[in-house]
C-alpha cells in the first residue's frame, strides 16, 4: 500500500459521488460529464487497489472501503473550506463579524452601536447573538464576547470590566422602599442566567454582605438576564443587575442603585479573536472602541462597595 495521496480532483468526484450515491448528479454538481466523474472514480479505485462503489442497475452503494473513505473525505473537503474563507477573512478589511450572547448583545452593544458606526463608517458590521461557542475558522467569525469560565488557549484574549451585581430598580420603586431592611419587602427578580456561577452571587448572598439573615424565594424568575433587566426597567421589582448590562440604564437615569454594596462575581466578559487577527484594522478599532465604552461608566463601579461574593456563602 502506498502513502502517496491520490488527486484532489479524483478525491472531489469521489466526495460528491458519495454524498448524492448517484455519478450523475455529482457529475452535474462538478459541471463534468458523467463519464469524466466516472474515469476519477475508476483511478481513485485504481490507486487504492479495491472498488469504492457497487455499481447497480440504476444507482450506486459504497462498499466497505468506500464507507471508510468516505466520511474523512468529507470532513477534509470541509475543513478545507473553512481554512479558505478564514485565508479570505484576513483580506478583508471592511466586514466585521461579532458573535457575543443575547443580553450582552441587547443590553450593551445594541444602544452603544450607534456611536462605533459614526466614526467607523466604512466597516460593515454583523452580529450573531448566541451563547454558542464558535470556532473562528469554521463559523465565519472574527470577534468573539464571552462571559463565565471559558479557557482562551490559543485565541488572543483581553479581560474587559470585572462582573460584579447590585440591586437596581426604578425611581419609583426606590422612593417605596427606601432601606436595606425594607427591600426584604419589595418584589424581587431573579436572574436565573447566572446561576452556574460559584460560589453563587444571589439574593441570599447579597442580603447577608450587607448584614440581613434572609433568603427570597418568591418572585419571577428569568432565564436571560436582559429580560429580567427588561422586567425592573418596566417596575416590576428590584434585580440584581449585573454590570455590563444595567450600566448604561443607571448613567441614563432609568435605573438607579440606591444600595452600594455589590457582589463581585469573579467572572469577567472577554473580548476574543483569532490570534494574529487582533492587528487588523476593524478588529483593532472595535477592540479599542469597546474598551473606550466601558471607561465612560467606570465611576458607576467606583461609586460602589464591592465585595466578594464567596465571603458571604451559606456554612
Known sequence: MSDRLPSLTAMRAFDAAAR??????????L????????FQIKSLEEHLGAQLFRRLNRAVALTEAGHA????????????????????????????TVTAGPAFTAKWLAP????FAQSHPQVELRFSASL???????????????????????????PL??????????????????????????PLIFDDSISFLKPSSDWQTWFRAVGIEHDPQNGPRFSQADHA?????????????????????????????????????????????????????????????????IDKTSHITEALTRLPSGDFQSP
Not at 448524492?20 to 454538481?29: G, I, L, P, V, Y
Not at 437596581?168 to 419589595?186: H, I
Open 31 to 38: 459541471h463534468v460529464t458523467p463519464a469524466a466523474l466516472s
Open 229 to 293: 433587566i427588561d422586567a425592573a426597567l418596566a417596575g416590576v421589582g428590584v434585580v440584581l443587575g449585573r454590570r455590563a448590562l444595567v450600566v448604561k440604564d443607571v448613567a441614563d437615569g432609568r435605573l438607579v442603585m440606591p444600595f452600594p454594596t455589590a457582589l463581585d462575581t469573579g467572572v469577567r466578559f472577554r473580548f476574543l479573536c483569532a490570534q494574529g487577527a487582533e492587528t487588523r484594522p476593524q478588529i483593532a478599532a472595535f477592540r479599542d472602541w469597546i474598551v473606550t465604552e
Open 69 to 96: 473513505l468516505a466520511p474523512g473525505v468529507a470532513d477534509g473537503f470541509q475543513a478545507l473550506a473553512a481554512a479558505w474563507r478564514a485565508a479570505e477573512r484576513t483580506q478583508d478589511n471592511q466586514t466585521l
Open 161 to 186: 470590566a470585572e462582573e460584579w451585581v447590585c440591586p437596581a430598580m426604578t425611581p419609583e420603586l426606590a422612593r417605596r422602599f427606601p432601606t436595606v431592611e425594607s427591600l426584604k419587602d419589595a
Open 20 to 29: 448524492h450515491m448517484s455519478f450523475a448528479k455529482a457529475a452535474e454538481e
Open 112 to 115: 452603544r452601536l450607534y456611536e
Open 132 to 158: 454558542k461557542m464558535m470556532d473562528f475558522g469554521r463559523d465565519a467569525i472574527d470577534v468573539a464576547i464571552r462571559f463565565g469560565y471559558g479557557k482562551d488557549e490559543g485565541l488572543y484574549s483581553i
